[in-house]
C-alpha cells in the first residue's frame, strides 16, 4: 500500500508530512517509557526491548518483500503495525515501521518521498492505534493464555488492513489528484484489503505465537499489571500445585532472574528468519501488483503519479544495479535493506532508551534532595 507521489496533492501530503511528524515525536517520547521497562506493561527492562526493537523493524521490511497472492492479478504483503506494536509496544510500533517506510523510500524507490508523510500516517499512525486498540481489548477480556493472545493478534491484524484502505480512501477525498469517485475508491480499496488483512493476520499470528512459545516475556502485548501469562508449571512448584490446588503467589515476581536471561537467540533467529525473507524467499515472491497498485491501474488513480526522485538509485526496485542474475540482484538487495533497516531502527531505539535512561538517573539526585533527613538513634545522639 506504498503510495507513490502524485496520487495526493501536495497540500494534503504536507498536511499529512505534519501529522506524521507529530506523531513520530510522541511516539519517541512513549517509546522511552516502553524500551525503559516502565509504564504498566512493561517491567522487563530496555536490555530486551531496544534489541528487539531494531529486529522487529528489519524483520517486517523483510517479510513485507515477499508479495502473496490474493486474488486474480492481485497481491498483497504485511503491513507490520499490528505485529510491531503487540512484539514492542504502540509507540515504538510507530517508529518501527516509519523507519522501513523510511528506508524503502529513499533506497528502494518505493512509496513516494513527498508522499512519506501520507504513507506513515496510513501504514504506521492508523495500523498501530487500530490494531493496538481492539488487541489490548480482546486480552482484557479474553481469558489469559496464549491462544487468547494469538487469537487476539489475528484479529487486531485483520482490521488495521482495511482501515489503513479507509484512512488512504479519506486523504485521496480530501485531495486526489484524479476525478475518480469516492465511492469506487472505497469499495475497490476495502474489498481487496479485506483479502490482504487475512495474510497479514496470518503472519502476525504465526509470528507473535512462535514468540510467546519459546520467550512470552518478550512480547510487549502479552504483559500487563496483573499476572504475567503463564506458559508452563515451575519445576519448583510445592507440594501445593502436584496435587492441583493454587498456591498462594508470591509478593513480587521474580523479575530479578528473568531479566539476566539472554537474548541473543532469539535475535539471531530473527535475523536469520529475516534474511532468508529477503534474502532467498523474495525470489518466488507474487510479481502481481498489490492492492493499491491494482485499484490505482483499474480505476484511474494512477494517471498523474511521478516518477520517484530515487528511482536512479543502485538499488530500485529492490535490485542491485548491473547484477543481471535477477535472483542474485533480488536477493542482495533484499540482505542489504535488512542490513540497512536493522543498522538504522537499532541505532535510534538504543539513542531513545539511553536518553530515557539519562532522564531518569537526572531525577535521582532530584528525589534524594527531597526525602526526609535519617533518624538518629539515642546512641549516635
Not at 272 to 280: D, F, M, P, Q, T
Not at 329 to 355: D, E, K, M, P, Q
Request: proline share 7%; aromatic share 4%.
Amino acid at each position: 500500500m506504498h503510495v507513490p507521489d502524485g496520487f495526493i496533492d501536495a497540500p494534503v501530503s504536507a498536511a499529512a508530512g505534519v501529522l506524521a511528524a507529530a506523531a513520530v515525536a510522541v511516539s519517541l517520547r512513549g517509546a522511552r517509557r516502553e524500551l525503559g521497562g516502565t509504564g504498566p506493561h512493561t517491567g522487563l527492562g530496555a536490555e530486551r526491548t531496544a534489541p528487539l526493537a531494531g529486529l522487529v523493524a528489519a524483520f517486517i521490511f523483510a517479510v513485507q518483500m515477499l508479495n502473496f497472492p490474493v486474488a486474480a492479478g492481485t497481491s498483497g504483503h504485511l503491513l507490520g503495525g499490528a505485529l510491531a506494536a503487540i512484539l514492542v509496544g504502540p509507540y515504538t510500533g510507530v517508529l518501527c515501521v516509519s523507519v522501513v517506510l523510511l528506508m524503502q523510500s529513499v533506497l528502494f524507490a518505493d512509496g513516494g518521498l513527498t508522499a512519506l508523510g501520507v504513507n506513515i500516517t496510513d501504514m504506521a499512525v492508523v495500523t498501530v492505534l487500530v490494531a493496538y486498540g481492539i488487541f489490548r481489548g480482546l486480552v482484557t477480556v479474553l481469558p489469559r493464555g496464549r491462544r487468547a493472545v494469538t487469537a487476539a493478534a489475528f484479529t487486531a491484524a485483520a482490521v488495521s488492513v482495511p482501515a489503513a484502505a479507509v484512512a488512504f480512501t479519506g486523504l485521496y477525498a480530501l485531495g486526489g489528484t484524479t476525478d475518480v469517485p469516492i465511492a469506487t475508491v472505497f469499495t475497490a480499496m476495502t474489498g481487496v484489503h479485506v483479502l490482504i488483512g487475512l495474510g497479514e493476520a496470518a503472519i502476525t499470528a504465526l509470528t507473535v505465537g512462535a514468540v510467546l512459545a519459546v520467550r512470552p516475556d518478550l512480547v510487549y502485548g502479552a504483559r500487563g499489571p496483573a499476572k504475567p501469562l503463564e506458559l508452563r508449571t515451575s519445576p519448583l512448584a510445592g507440594p501445593a500445585a502436584a496435587a492441583g490446588e493454587r498456591e498462594p503467589e508470591p509478593a513480587e515476581p521474580a523479575r530479578p532472574v528473568a531479566a539476566r536471561r539472554s537474548t541473543r537467540r532469539v535475535w539471531l533467529a530473527g535475523v536469520a528468519a529475516a534474511l532468508v525473507c529477503a534474502g532467498g524467499l523474495s525470489y518466488y515472491a507474487s510479481t502481481s501488483p498489490d492492492g493499491l497498485e491494482k485499484v490505482a491501474r483499474d480505476q484511474g488513480i494512477d494517471a498523474k503519479a511521478e516518477e520517484h526522485a530515487a528511482k536512479g538509485s543502485p538499488l530500485a526496485d529492490y535490485s542491485v544495479k548491473d547484477i543481471a542474475n535477477p535472483r542474485l540482484s533480488g536477493g542482495l538487495a533484499g540482505v542489504i535493506g535488512v542490513g540497512a533497516t536493522l543498522a538504522v531502527g537499532t541505532g535510534v531505539f538504543v539513542v531513545v532508551r539511553r536518553r530515557r535512561g539519562a532522564a531518569a538517573r537526572d531525577a535521582v539526585p532530584e528525589a534524594a534532595g527531597d526525602a526526609a533527613p535519617p533518624r538518629h538513634s539515642p546512641e549516635s545522639a
